[in-house]
């Protein structure tokens, strides 16, 4: 199943995990979208920056 990720909020004044992770699911902008095979590794990627982003399941 895949996820889309949406970044609604910025990075700015975050923590460095929490922009690593950012970066690592592919969002450098704000609005910017990627889509993810959803696997355990995504899902606990997601749920640390949970309140920076959007999900969409697909």
Do not use: F, W, Y
């Amino acid at each position: 199943m895949k996820v889309k990720v949406k970044q609604t909020r910025s990075a700015i004044n975050r923590d460095k995990s929490q922009k690593a992770t950012l970066v690592a699911l592919g969002l450098k902008k704000m609005n910017q979208v990627v889509e993810h095979e959803s696997t355990p590794q995504i899902e606990g990627m997601i749920r640390k920056i949970q309140h920076l982003v959007q999900v969409e399941r697909a």
